[in-house]
């Protein structure tokens, strides 16, 4: 009986010793990785911030985002866009130095698999330089296609004014052709980017320098 007991101790105290080594070793790993990670995830999302606003050489954090987003409030419930977010604004930075614009991402929660987050380049005399989607959870092959450059080219050089789709095929300058077969997710789309365009209006288009 004594020996049971003994084999017993011995075999929870070699588990317990696994799993605290387990533990540390994870530890260690994350801390580890953890910098090269975040690195990686802030140069992909350069990456992008680039593509949507060529020609700027840096971005510039803008950091009241969030007390900025909160006086676009009302704007944004009256176009019924108040469950998307923005989730970052940067300035686009010219060589010179200059702020030549825009980037701004924002998020609707109402793609076909949960979130979709874009983001959009507009310059300071309201063009849309650029669109891409930063992250999105859409159907392979159906809600995927929002990455595709046919789509996400549709929104170069309009005006950052309010954007809709059509199914029909786009005729009017603030048009775009909705994704085949994937309605949810060109909305969620659609929505993201008239957020940004929401809040680049009441921030820094010509109804905030009017001071509307």
Same mark, same amino acid.
């Given at each position: 009986?004594? #020996?049971?007991?003994?084999?017993?101790? *011995?075999?929870?105290?070699?588990?317990?010793?696994?799993?605290?080594?387990?533990?540390?070793?994870?530890?260690?790993?994350?801390?580890?990785?953890?910098?090269?990670?975040?690195? &990686?995830?802030?140069?992909?999302?350069?990456?992008?911030? *680039?593509?949507?606003? %060529?020609?700027?050489? +840096?971005?510039?954090?803008?950091?009241?985002?969030? +007390?900025?987003?909160? /006086?676009? &409030?009302?704007?944004?419930?009256?176009?019924?866009? +108040?469950?998307?977010?923005?989730? #970052?604004?940067?300035?686009?930075?010219? #060589?010179?130095?200059?702020?030549?614009?825009?980037?701004? +991402?924002?998020?609707?929660? $109402?793609?076909?698999?949960?979130?979709?987050?874009?983001?959009?380049?507009?310059?300071?005399?309201?063009?849309?330089?650029?669109?891409?989607?930063?992250? $999105?959870?859409?159907?392979?092959?159906? /809600?995927?296609?929002?990455?595709? #450059?046919?789509?996400?080219?549709?929104?170069? $050089?309009?005006?950052?004014?309010?954007?809709?789709?059509?199914?029909?095929? &786009?005729?009017?300058?603030?048009?775009?052709?909705?994704?085949?077969?994937?309605?949810?997710?060109?909305? &969620?789309?659609?929505?993201?980017?008239?957020?940004?365009? %929401?809040?680049? $209006?009441?921030?820094?288009?010509?109804?905030?320098?009017?001071?509307?």
């Amino acid at each position: 009986m004594k #020996e049971k007991k003994s084999g017993l101790f *011995s075999n929870t105290v070699v588990i317990f010793v696994i799993t605290l080594v387990s533990v540390v070793l994870l530890a260690v790993v994350y801390q580890i990785t953890k910098e090269p990670i975040a690195k &990686a995830q802030e140069d992909a999302k350069i990456k992008i911030y *680039s593509s949507v606003f %060529i020609g700027a050489v +840096s971005f510039e954090k803008i950091e009241n985002t969030q +007390s900025l987003f909160s /006086g676009a &409030a009302r704007a944004l419930s009256k176009a019924d866009l +108040s469950d998307c977010t923005v989730d #970052e604004a940067l300035y686009a930075k010219s #060589e010179s130095g200059e702020t030549a614009g825009y980037v701004i +991402s924002a998020v609707s929660p $109402n793609g076909y698999g949960g979130d979709v987050k874009i983001a959009v380049g507009i310059s300071r005399d309201g063009v849309l330089t650029g669109f891409d989607v930063v992250s $999105n959870s859409e159907t392979a092959g159906l /809600g995927s296609k929002c990455t595709d #450059e046919e789509f996400t080219s549709q929104f170069k $050089n309009k005006r950052a004014e309010m954007i809709k789709y059509t199914k029909t095929g &786009a005729s009017a300058p603030d048009e775009i052709d909705a994704i085949s077969g994937a309605t949810r997710t060109t909305n &969620a789309a659609v929505q993201a980017v008239n957020t940004a365009i %929401i809040f680049y $209006n009441e921030n820094f288009g010509a109804k905030a320098a009017k001071g509307e």
